[in-house]
């Protein structure tokens, strides 16, 4: 199997409902590096899995979307605690999506699954990972 990760980062604002959130019920800020690995198990003809810099871009768009927000405006995140576990799983289905859609070129036949990992902080991260 072979994998490509491009990162990105993103910042955003949200608070969360319920005790188990503590201080973070409160509106806060949240800075996030974001790695988004794509894998697959065959190259294409010029023996890439995915083009770095299609990726880059389409993953830069994604997170885009996402940073500088208060994601509790957000009409994607209504009702929903915006959890560093649903925000990789949120972005890996804007990817997901594009892939499909054949946006980042050969990726749509090479690339069988993706990883979504959300770092908030240098010792706490979670991923969420999908097939394709």
Do not use: K
Not at 39 to 49: A, H, K, M, T, V
Not at 75 to 98: I, W
């Amino acid at each position: 199997m072979f994998s490509v990760t491009v990162r990105d980062h993103m910042m955003v604002a949200h608070s969360f409902r319920g005790e188990v959130f503590g201080p973070a019920q409160r509106l806060h800020g949240a800075t996030f590096v974001v790695d988004v690995t794509f894998r697959g198990p065959e190259l294409d003809s010029d023996g890439i899995l995915v083009d770095i810099g299609l990726a880059t871009e389409h993953v830069h768009e994604v997170i885009g979307a996402l940073g500088y927000r208060n994601l509790d405006d957000e009409p994607a995140f209504a009702g929903v605690n915006t959890t560093t576990e649903v925000l990789a799983r949120h972005v890996a289905d804007r990817v997901a999506e594009r892939v499909r859609a054949g946006d980042l070129g050969a990726a749509r036949d090479q690339v069988t699954a993706l990883a979504v990992t959300l770092h908030e902080s240098h010792v706490a991260w979670a991923t969420y990972e999908c097939d394709l």
